[in-house]
């Protein structure tokens, strides 16, 4: 079966940089999902990559899909209190179907 | 508006005792998902449904049931068969014909004491 694995777990930042999150599987990645959620809340979702290379930004959050290295990054450029939460990938298991298998998340606390 | 409803926000159950969480979607999606989370961890997988009246075990199904009778609804069992029922419970539906993001309810903690 497939896994998602989050780099880093945890993530303390300063308010004004820049940080990135990791998201790599152990097989094929046929699309990848990300979301943000608040602790206690439910899931929000932000963007997802279908094809490897391809790279959407909304606001100042940029993910990016790496097909060859299985991998996905989400960068967030001069954080704010706002981006705190727990970061989720989440990826469909085949090449079909609306199944995610999600990875353990990445908390992220921005000191202001 | 649009969306999906857990009720209620947090519940309290004695052990032994079967707990039903309620989850509604007005999104007119066909398939829909429940989840657990524990502290620190990802999502699992509970049940799922593709389609009114049919649905399908996922990872962790084991002292779980569910009932898909409308398209709206997706009820989860918390059976006295669960040992470590406690944790927070995520409900999600998303379309079957693409595209597939999930869009989640607000969540149901239940503490079983």
């Known amino acids: 079966s497939q896994e998602l694995e989050q780099s880093p777990q945890s993530l303390i930042v300063q308010e004004g940089k820049n940080l990135t999150i990791n998201c790599t599987s152990s097989?094929?990645?046929?699309?990848l999902y990300w979301y943000k959620q608040k602790y206690g809340e439910g899931l929000i979702f932000l963007m997802m990559?279908?094809?490897?290379?391809e790279e959407k930004s909304h606001e100042k959050i940029t993910a990016k899909l790496d097909e060859k290295k299985q991998q996905s990054s989400l960068h967030i450029t001069a954080s704010q209190p706002s981006h705190a939460g727990i970061y989720l990938c989440?990826?469909?298991?085949?090449?079909?179907?609306?199944?995610?298998?999600f990875g353990g998340g990445t908390r992220l606390m921005v000191k202001p | 508006d649009g969306g999906i409803t857990q009720s209620p926000k947090y519940l309290f159950r004695k052990e032994g005792q079967n707990v039903t969480l309620s989850c509604e979607q007005n999104?007119?999606?066909?398939?829909m998902y429940w989840y657990r989370q524990d502290p620190g961890q990802g999502l699992r997988l509970i049940y799922y449904?593709?389609?009114?009246?049919?649905?399908q075990k996922g990872d962790i199904a084991e002292g779980y049931s569910v009932s898909r009778e409308k398209k709206e609804s997706f009820p989860l069992t918390v059976t006295s068969a669960q040992k470590n029922p406690t944790a927070f419970y995520l409900c999600?539906?998303?379309?079957?014909?693409?595209?597939?993001?999930?869009?989640f309810g607000p969540g149901t903690r239940l503490t079983v004491t």
């Open positions: 999104l007119n999606h066909d398939a």
């Open positions: 999600a539906s998303s379309s079957s014909g693409g595209p597939y993001e999930q869009y």
């Open positions: 990559l279908q094809k490897g290379g």
């Open positions: 449904s593709q389609i009114v009246n049919d649905f």
């Open positions: 989440g990826a469909p298991p085949g090449n079909a179907g609306n199944m995610l298998t």
């Open positions: 097989k094929t990645l046929y699309g």
